[in-house]
């Protein structure tokens, strides 16, 4: 107060000024774009020389009409953020709709009737808590995905339908405020995984391709028939979208010690990861969304031959019409596939479960591991068998891509997360302070889940120099943080109990011409 009180007399008409250590309070919060340095020093008294700011006004506008100064309304800088990445997951998974409708268009894939598309997603819809009708024991032990097709029309005119496109965006924005507003797990943290998911899926490459006319089945066969599906890549984007919808800010572990009715539902078994699914699923099958994930299609008797453009298969006397193949399944095998890749993705985030952890390292071994240590199983197995490895490791990578990336990233979000711990500590909803295990936690999580992570993706052989990328971000990580994480450690805690102290004040109002 001293110092704000000096600095009154050196204030300019219309600006606000504000302190060095003010300043440096908002940019530890990532505000430094609230304020730039005055270009000459001032002279308080009992001070000398202070550097001071001027909060930028970009908020505030001047009204000519009345002579007086008035703040505009805007929008918060992190709901621009999450604005924006809606938008650009939207705009990810319509790449990858508009690709699977030239798939169909290039192989003529025919339609499945109405009536059958609708009894299957009939069959999903949740039936009370019957044990037997959980996500989990949908997850499987593999997932056959289609094998190559070549085919020389590719399909360029395929657009996407308008009705479509809009569908997504609204589903894309709803599912965004189904997100709580936790410090780590949030619609943020979920636009991060999409964005590392589809970095590595364009990042799945094959060796050196010498056959021009061949390169489509060596890489096909090379990364498992993960490219030549784009219904595998959009499953997957679609995956790490929805993967926390509605995370309560605590582990599952807690949910079940507190007998929450989530846990109850779901057997204490993957609550979280089963109920993100079920959310997004049964918003999914409603009807607002019924041209998005099956399209259009239309029933109309034989002599209807004004629409023979738009025939695509024949059933006894009814001609089934597509009005639109950009949807995200039109055919049984393509919605029970979609599904299954779904479940197994959203499972794949709980590394907690054993009987999960077990299927997941059997998989492993029977896949990869040499003939002399593992089981032998015949070539299509293994190559089914690695095809959903590596969309599970693809997604399991991409949930903690953070310690997997440049030391700032990994940073902002290990803070995130260490608040997120620290708030559930607070509310009474963990036993311990995580401020005392942190620093050694930290170097657990990389030795024994992140390094070996990241190892594994270099052993799928398919993700190339990206596999080394993540390999070295970990190595170079865990390095800094036993040398810099102990000081770390103290500096979050000064910062949430600085936070706590400022929610703690009275709101004392605004005022025009304020310094601090």
Known sequence: MNTASRMESTGLANHIQISQDTANLLASADKSHWFKERESKVTAKGKGELTTYFLTMDQFTYDASNNKTSQIQTENDEKRKLIRSAEWTVEVMSLHLTEMAKVRKARKIAPDSRALIESLEQQTKRQGSDEGNQVINEVAEYIILPDYTSSKDDGENVSLDDTIVRELQNYVQTIASLYNENP???????????????????????????????????????TYGITSDPLTRFAVVFAALIHDVDHSGVPNAQLVKEKAPVAALYHDKSVAEQNSFDLAWDLLMEPAYKNLRRGEMVEMVEPFRKYAELVVSFDSRLIIISLDDSAIYVTRTEFKRFRQLVVNGIMATDIVDKDLKKLRNDRWDAAFADSDQGPHVNEDRSRILKATIVIEHLIQASDVAHTMQHWHVYRRWNERFFQECYQAYKDGRAEKDPSETWYQGELGFFDFYIIPLAKKLKECGVFGVSSDEYLSYALQNRTEWEERGKGIVEEMISKVHRQNMTLSLPDLGNGQGLSA
């Open 184 to 222: 780590f797990h949030n619609f943020s943290h979920a636009s991060h995984v999409v964005m590392s998911v589809n970095k590595l899926l364009s990042r799945i490459v094959a060796p050196d391709l010498d056959d021009a006319d061949d390169d489509g089945k060596k890489l096909h066969d090379h």
